[in-house]
């Protein structure tokens, strides 16, 4: 057993299935760039990476060019997609490290170009989400692309707001709009080889365009894919979870009827209550939103948390699990039996999204890799 209070079992065969399943979904001309930024969403983004590059990832995408770094230092040699962009201090260390910065402005393109970056890029062409990437017609594209001396831009790419929303037209826009820059650029003849817009709702809800050369599949690896709204079509694929996450029990009280629990006594206890005290707060990542209603499943059954969560310890009903003692682990995420948590449910519970929930797991969770 884990001699931790809590930490999370990241299962790389779990990882590594997952990432077959897209490559099947996709097929054999597609590149996949597995998404590892924010540490691999919180699954830790050196040994997640590894186990990709070992099953046949070429491409991987972070978010900032410290994070390519440290996949580098690590001795991963696959290409590095820097998709947050490079600023000015960081072009250095993006050359010497051979990451493969996007490019978010026209402008910045012919400053690449005038400062002779050796390394390929890709430019990002905002579409509609209005975040990062370049507002620009096609035909601007165009006398971008072509009046580079020596730059060489590799990849096109957007990035879908909307992609799993089957009550909005804002995908399909989207699309028209990329696809009017493709078409142009295959006109002028500079098309750039690799053409990519698709992230994990893109490809399980089956957005990708034929023309698309990579996808680039964050979420999906670690085995979520977000709900989609309106009338979906099947999923493209299926995962399963890669993470389960456990706390150990580090304190156990029987209370009276009546008893006050945590900060600001938000939960008064209606009967006598048998209640456990788990080793993982809101600094671990347990959202703060789940006080007084999440749940965790603690003896195989699904315990209700009590009162508020606090930095370092939540408390849960365990008046159903009367043979947990202290030391025992329960399951934050994860399955116990039949009963199961996951992240998209803590996540749904707390009004918040799967990946922040993922990505909030703390530095305090030890994380153990599970080769199988
Ligand atoms: C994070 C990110 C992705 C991955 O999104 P998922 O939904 O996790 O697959 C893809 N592209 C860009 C530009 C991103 O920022």
New binding site residues.
Partial sequence: MTAERTWAEVSLGRLAENYRRIEAAVGADVLIAP?V?ANA?GHGAVDVSRRLAEEGARYL?V?CVNEGVVLRESGISCRILV?GGVLRFERAACAEWRLTPVVHTLEELRDLDAASLNIPVHLMIDTGITRLGAQATAEEVVNALSGLKSLRVEGLMS?FASAECFDSRQTEEQIACFDAVCQALRAARCLPPVLHFS???GVAYGRRSSSMSLV?????VYGYI?PGTGETPPLAFTVDPVLTWRARLVGLKEVPEGTCIGYGARFRAPRPMRIGIVAAGYADGVPHRLSNGGQFVAGGRLATILGAVSMDLTTIDLSEAPSLRIGDPVTLIGREGDVSMDAQKMAHAAGEIS?SVLCGIGNRVKRVYLPG
């Fill in positions: 998404v930024k969403y995408a978010n998709m990035h992230g994990t709702s680039r599949t964050g979420l999906a977000p990946y």
